[in-house]
């Protein structure tokens, strides 16, 4: 019972620090005059991404006294989390706006942006693909591509920095609807209180995903998973799914571009740094349930990007993506 009262209040904390972190966001990114791809591809994805992309991190570095664990997890949280957000993020998001919209209902991103962050994520993506059957032996060549992903990040960075302006100029610039909500407690509208909500309400994030994982951890200890499919399942839906609730309050407030940015930009960021320390340190082998979770996460992105060039956006395409995860659990459960 206690368990299931941490998940529950661990939850709800989550809820409450997305709605504080993205009412500071909106307010930031207005104050900056910048696009709101900027203000959710970089601001959001990264600041939201940050604290599950520490798993990885510490696992490899600071993780159990089995070396062989530390890197399963490794591996595991690092390509299950693009496989989460491809998949189950976008289609929750989407679902959260089907009964106002309706499945036929559009989805309206600024269109520059999403192809942009598709693009870049559809070529990292590739390339630590592409290193998945490159021999630990060759590190040279593993190292390049590493290097690769880290350079393809910061021409991401500049190129959406870089079209910022001309996206507010057209409209695109983010705006606050709501007052700051810290200002209840009778603090000033200034940049260091929007700073200290920002940091307040990515703390209490941080503090929710914490509680969430131990439950889950427990939870999947019960079931007896391995360490990489726990890696590639559970830990994603317990650190990336719950901090995206961001992109549900958004895009139910039709704010569709901030909604899509923060989860392709933590798609980019996560499929290009993290990758390349996984192709670093560790072996990086196309183990089954990897090959089918990069193959999966690959055909949603591709999925997305090709319903973005035939026109329109819908609810129901999303709904794929959906599809395709449910597809992967029960290859992998079966």
Not at 182 to 187: A, N
Request: proline share 4%.
């Amino acid at each position: 019972m206690n368990l299931y009262i941490q998940l529950i209040g661990s939850l709800v904390i989550i809820v409450v620090a997305a709605e504080i972190f993205t009412n500071a966001l909106e307010h930031l990114g207005e104050r900056l005059k910048i696009s709101e791809g900027v203000t959710g591809s970089l601001f959001a994805a990264v600041g939201t991404a940050m604290p599950e992309s520490m798993i990885p991190i510490l696992a490899l570095l600071a993780g159990t006294q089995s070396q062989e664990l530390n890197e399963e997890i490794g591996v595991g949280a690092i390509l299950g989390a693009p496989l989460m957000l491809s998949t189950v993020a976008l289609c929750l998001m989407a679902l959260s706006v089907a009964r106002r919209r309706g499945l036929s209902g559009v989805l309206r991103p600024e269109r520059t942006g999403l192809e942009r962050d598709t693009n870049f994520f559809l070529f990292a993506f590739g390339l630590a693909t592409v290193a998945l059957f490159i021999p630990h032996r060759w590190m040279a060549i593993r190292a390049m591509i590493a290097a690769g992903l880290v350079v393809t990040y910061f021409i991401y960075v500049l190129m959406t920095l870089r079209m910022s302006a001309k996206l507010v100029k057209d409209g695109h610039g983010t705006e606050s609807h709501k007052n700051l909500l810290i200002m209840w407690l009778g603090l000033p509208d200034t940049m260091p209180i929007v700073m200290f909500q920002i940091a307040l309400g990515l703390a209490l994030l941080v503090a929710g995903a914490k509680g969430f994982i131990h439950s889950v951890a427990h939870t999947a200890s019960m079931l007896g998973v391995s360490a990489l499919l726990l890696s590639l399942l559970i830990i994603p839906i317990a650190t990336e799914l719950p901090e995206k609730v961001n992109s549900i309050l958004w895009i139910r407030r039709g704010k569709d571009t901030l909604a899509f940015g923060n989860i392709t930009g933590a798609m980019v960021f996560q499929g290009t740094l993290l990758p390349a320390i996984g192709i670093l340190l560790t072996p990086w082998e196309p183990r089954r349930e990897v090959a089918l979770g990069v193959m999966i996460t690959y055909v949603a992105a591709l999925w997305v990007r090709a319903a973005m060039q035939r026109g329109k956006l819908k609810i129901w395409q999303l709904c794929v993506n959906g599809g395709l995860y449910l597809v992967y659990l029960v290859s992998v459960l079966a």
